[in-house]
């Protein structure tokens, strides 16, 4: 099976900070895959890289068999890259439906078409009762489905979720990670930054670990809890 | 459904009969006046309101709009009317030009682009000798009606164009609101980094906004030069008329359809009042009531009239503000 997406010797510096540095990796459609590391490990701007928002330092990003290093976040959008954010920007004066609306119009300029599919999207992420609520006014839980279910009205290939675990209770943890089930069912790669582990490690198909902006492992979740680089990292050197 | 009546056609039957009730001729002026200044607002509301990308510049469009017509009219002899959609088109290539570099300005820092680019044109215009430079440029007034574009007998015809002007700039805005445009524009508006993140080019969608906005500016200045028949840099460049038109949208309502002509409404009435009461001694009067009402607005009623009237029929329905969509 051709990789979805393929990061090839990845770098990015702000001036002389290196954020991410030689990182390599790919991922299959359908694929669920866990970025994981400390905080400062360059999780995000990796995240970042993929997703347009940086020009990359170096390195090549292709993604369904094309180059799109430093392609801009819209073309990324049309080409099937969607993502959520770590601090929620959902369109806040306006209704959940509306902020979902923004994203289908993308594929159709008829409004009423793209209002029927982000209904559809919200349903899909058990928002649909919230429809007509404006999104500042939901619960920071709303407010992260809300972001996928905007992500999923791009009808995109690869889902970019950057801790949308993040400040949620176990409950909502749960509801999340059948969340995201329901997405890979519907064939679609998962690429999620998370710091709740009992969140990605039951879902993960392979883990990739940053420390430092660099990749120091990747395998199944069960390999990379036994990686000693990876435990050195999280827990400092003995 | 109980089926209710347009309140958009009971305000345009009430404002086409309104001259069969207000005879007076200077009262009919300050009707104009509202319209006018109403027309502006609305147009700069696209822009400003919907893709929330705030000018103090648009006298600029409106300056190049009255300019346009009337150097065609004096030098080629071109009918006005032409002369409204070609300054429409100068102002809106003007627009373009400057809003590609400009739009990469973010929040204030676009603002303070607009106000040097408006305060640059207007210095041009005051040395260009060619174009009247500061003592301005006088239209011809011999040939009178409605292909002339020029009223002198009556000031009743130039009541309707100014409607006519503001009910097509008004179904212009609100098409742009109905339409896909209006969701990416207030997308923009809310948070441009995941506008970007779910397809909005921003810069292509600024530049619609400012496109349909300079043009509909431009055309403004097209009738008021037709009407005052006198145009000069320092009335239709001013950096105060760029405030003006801003502060009708931002006192009505930014964002909201007929909130720039509720505060044009408003606006307008302090002018002309101000001016009765304090006369040529008493100018800028205005102006400080415009500072006191930028200060209030801005702390008590940052959605404007408008928004502020809404909020306070939802608190007196029971609900929670903002908790139902109003669109």
Redesign the interface.
């Known amino acids: 099976m051709s990789a979805l997406l393929e990061v090839q010797g990845l770098g990015k510096r702000f001036g002389g900070l290196v954020a991410n540095l030689d990182i390599t990796f790919a991922i299959a459609p359908a694929q669920i895959i866990g970025l994981i590391g400390p905080n400062g490990a360059g999780k995000t701007t990796l995240f970042n890289c993929i997703?347009g928002?940086y020009p990359p330092s170096e390195g090549h990003i292709i993604f369904d068999g094309r180059e799109v290093t430093g392609a801009?976040?819209?073309k990324m959008?049309?080409l099937g890259v969607?993502?959520t954010?770590q601090l929620v920007?959902?369109?806040?004066?306006?209704?959940a439906?509306?902020n979902v609306?923004?994203?289908t119009?993308?594929h159709d300029?008829?409004?009423s078409i793209?209002r029927e599919r982000a209904m559809q999207a919200l349903e899909f992420c058990g928002l649909s009762r919230r429809a007509?609520?404006?999104a500042?006014?939901l619960t920071v839980a709303e407010q992260r489905r809300l972001e996928v279910a905007?992500?999923l009205?791009?009808e995109p290939k690869l889902l970019l979720l950057d801790e949308m675990m993040a400040g949620l209770n176990p409950a909502e943890v749960q509801e999340a990670v059948a969340l995201v089930g329901r997405i890979q069912s519907r064939g679609i790669a998962c690429l999620i930054v998370e710091h709740v582990m009992e969140g990605i490690m039951p879902i993960a198909d392979q883990i990739v670990v940053l420390d430092y902006g660099r990749k120091i492992a990747q395998g199944t979740p069960a390999e990379v809890r036994q990686d000693p680089a990876v435990i050195a990292a999280y827990l400092g050197e003995a | 459904m109980i089926k209710r009546i347009n309140p958009f056609l009971v305000v345009f039957a009430a404002a086409c009969a309104a001259p069969l009730v207000v005879t007076n001729p200077s009262h009919q002026n300050f009707l104009i006046l509202v319209m006018m200044s109403a027309q502006l607002g609305v147009a700069w509301n696209i822009l400003g309101g919907y893709a929330g990308q705030v000018s103090f510049g648009h006298a600029a469009f409106f300056g190049i709009g009255a300019y346009t017509s009337t150097l065609l009219l004096i030098q080629f002899g071109v009918s006005p009317w032409i002369g409204m959609v070609a300054g429409g088109t100068v102002a809106m290539i003007f627009a373009l030009l400057i809003g590609w570099p400009c739009f990469k300005l973010k929040g204030h820092y676009f603002a303070i682009a607009t106000i040097a680019v408006a305060e640059i044109l207007q210095v041009v215009f005051t040395n260009w000798t060619s174009v009247g430079s500061a003592v301005g440029l006088s239209l011809p007034m011999q040939q009178e009606g409605l292909k002339a574009f020029v009223f002198n007998a009556s000031k009743l015809p130039y009541y309707y164009i100014a409607l006519g002007l503001l009910i097509g700039t008004v179904l212009a805005a609100r098409t742009i609101e109905?339409?896909?445009l209006g969701?990416?524009f207030?997308?923009i508006?809310?948070?441009p980094?995941?506008?970007?993140?779910?397809?909005?080019?921003?810069t292509r969608y600024k530049l619609v906004a400012i496109s349909v906005s300079s043009f509909l500016t431009a055309a403004g200045g097209t009738l008021y030069a037709q009407k005052e028949l006198f145009i000069d840099p320092a009335s239709v460049m001013a950096t105060s008329l760029s405030v003006k038109i801003a502060l009708a949208s931002i006192l009505g309502g930014v964002g909201s359809l007929f909130g720039p002509v509720i505060g044009a409404g408003i606006l307008t009435s302090i002018e002309e009042v101000t001016r009765q009461i304090f006369g040529g001694s008493g100018r800028g009067t205005d102006l400080i009531l415009y500072g006191l009402i930028i200060l209030v607005v801005a702390v008590y009623y940052p959605n404007g009239i408008v928004g502020g009237i809404k909020a306070w029929g939802e608190r007196l329905a029971g609900r929670?503000p903002?908790?139902?969509?109003g669109?």
């Open positions: 997703a928002f801009a976040p819209d959008a049309m969607a993502r954010f920007r959902t369109f806040s004066t306006m209704s439906l509306e609306t923004v994203a119009l993308l300029k008829r409004l793209a007509s609520v404006v500042a006014n905007r992500a009205g791009l | 109905r339409s896909f969701h990416y207030r997308a508006k809310d948070e980094e995941a506008a970007r993140s779910v397809g909005v080019n921003l929670e903002g908790s139902e969509s669109r």
